[in-house]
């Protein structure tokens, strides 16, 4: 999904370098016609809204989502599914996941260790 909110290129590089065939998604039409779809983002909760509204992408994004079509939100991509965001008080957001997304709180620790340090590849890239 390309709707000016950032790092656009940067996924499109890392799709295209697995193989995949990309399709700009700009429009509610296009949207219909993709077999997935990568929602990236990076910048403001509110700004983005605003930009999708323009777009006229709303509708087509949940109407997306909700019939379970394959998709993946990416930082502020997946930020924009939530009902709100502390960061644009009073911005509703797609409204597909309940829930506000807020900050998380100074010295406390919310990511459990997962082992990810004592982690190895099997095959070298």
Do not use: H, W
Not at 46 to 73: H, I, N
């Amino acid at each position: 999904l390309d709707y000016g909110a950032g790092n656009v290129r940067s996924v499109r590089n890392a799709l295209g370098k697995l193989g995949c065939d990309i399709i700009d998604v700009r429009t509610p039409e296009d949207l219909s016609k993709a077999k997935m779809l990568v929602f990236p983002g990076v910048g403001a909760f509110g700004s983005a809204m605003e930009r999708l509204q323009s777009m006229k992408m709303t509708e087509a994004l949940v109407d997306y989502v909700k019939k379970g079509r394959p998709f993946f939100g990416v930082c502020l991509g997946m930020q924009l599914l939530f009902e709100s965001s502390d960061e644009s008080k009073g911005v509703k957001g797609l409204g597909i996941i309940p829930g506000n997304v807020s900050k998380f709180e100074v010295g406390q620790s919310y990511i459990k260790d997962s082992g990810s340090s004592s982690s190895s590849s099997s095959r070298r890239s």
